[in-house]
């Protein structure tokens, strides 16, 4: 039997006419209402209700790689949230177009009346940096203050307890480092990618040989040699741990040798929903520096070199977040270590089963 409540509605249950009268419009408190004031405080609004859902689908997946084990369909389940993410990120970078349909001079109409605020305020916009795993010794600084200086006591309390919660970044590594497929039984992966390694520079060494000589051998020689190093360090952990140090990779070595694994087998069905997650968060990340760019454009666009609001440095401070904040770094430069079908050690029958 259906129960018939006369007071719940589509407004009701929206809180429409809540939402729709908190745009307050700070040129109109001047007696000179700037027409596009309404169209910067919807976008802005917009962003904040879209950050609020990104934070609740990141919480859910961290819950979900934080797990001793993860099944398949939990894993199903953070891939999906992941593609929610994915586009609302779109969405995010689109409004820009939207808000760039005001022209810097009508922005300039109101611009002086907002100028102690700025979206480098946004607390959601850090905690999802956070909750991602961006590593404060990593920020952009702006006007040589730590980002949490710029928030209000109550923001800059929540985003500090952030930095120490739980993050994407570390448990998409704990999760890695659980990938049981490296060492089976007899079968030692890592030695056997060494050893293919190995064959694959013998064998472009010896095409080298084949088709240069004098210096154009020597420097080709010499580029293939520093490429063999770089291949040495990722294949031993005490050298890799060493460059860790120094912040050239963050994962651990577990943890990369993992990824590696994943990307290199990723035909295999039963790798095909991390290979889906490792894909999903480059993307992420690749889509979080398009929109800083579109940002840092936009500003520049308006703003010219003037200071942004709030006092911030504008274009240059968002220039530097987008080279930056980068949070899964180690996996744009993982494809380096990649190498071809051809040259991959043949896995035993039997590992996907044990």
């Not at 605020?117 to 905690?127: C, E, I, P, V, Y």
């Not at 659980?178 to 472009?204: C, G, I, S």
């Not at 889509?287 to 003037?306: E, N, S």
């Not at 530097?320 to 270590?337: G, I, P």
Request: charged share 25%; glycine share 4%; aromatic share 12%.
């Amino acid at each position: 039997m259906s129960i018939k409540n006369e007071n719940f509605s589509y407004n009701s249950y929206l809180q429409v006419e809540n939402i729709t009268s908190l745009q307050f419009l700070e040129s109109a408190k001047k007696g000179e209402p700037a027409h596009e004031e309404m169209l910067f405080i919807i976008i802005h609004q917009t962003y904040e209700l879209w950050f609020k859902q990104i934070i609740w689908e990141l919480d859910s997946i961290i819950k979900i790689l934080s797990k001793d084990f993860v099944p398949d369909s939990d894993l199903y389940t953070a891939n999906h949230r992941m593609l929610r993410i994915l586009e609302i990120q779109k969405i995010l970078i689109d409004q820009i177009d939207v808000l760039e349909t005001m022209t810097p001079l009508e922005f300039l109409e109101f611009r002086n009346l907002l100028f102690s605020a700025s979206g480098f305020q946004s607390s959601q916009f850090r905690l999802i940096e956070n909750r991602m795993g961006l590593r404060a010794s990593d920020r952009a600084m702006m006007g040589g203050c730590p980002y949490h200086q710029y928030l209000n006591a109550e923001a800059k309390d929540s985003v500090l307890k952030s930095e120490q919660g739980p993050s994407l970044f570390t448990a998409v590594e704990k999760w890695l480092e659980r990938t049981p497929y490296l060492q089976v039984d007899n079968y030692n992966f890592w030695q056997e990618y060494k050893n293919a390694v190995h064959r694959m520079f013998e064998d472009e060494a010896l095409q080298l040989q084949k088709f240069l000589q004098g210096e154009d051998l020597q420097s080709a020689l010499k580029k293939l040699g520093q490429e063999r190093d770089n291949f040495e360090i990722i294949t031993d952990p005490i050298k890799y741990e060493e460059f860790r140090k120094e912040k050239f990779w963050r994962l651990s070595h577990k943890a990369l040798m993992a990824a590696l694994f994943i990307q290199l087998y990723r035909e295999q069905p039963s790798l095909q929903p991390a290979f889906q997650l490792i894909t999903h968060l480059l993307t992420l990340d690749e889509k979080w520096t398009v929109w800083r760019y579109r940002h840092a454009q936009m500003v520049l666009r308006m703003l010219g070199q003037k200071v942004g609001t709030g006092g911030s440095s504008g274009a240059e401070y968002l220039k530097s977040a987008t080279e930056k904040h980068k949070v899964f770094n180690d996996f744009f430069k993982l494809s380096t270590f990649f190498i071809s079908s051809s040259n991959l050690p043949h896995l035993p029958q039997d590992i996907f089963n044990s």
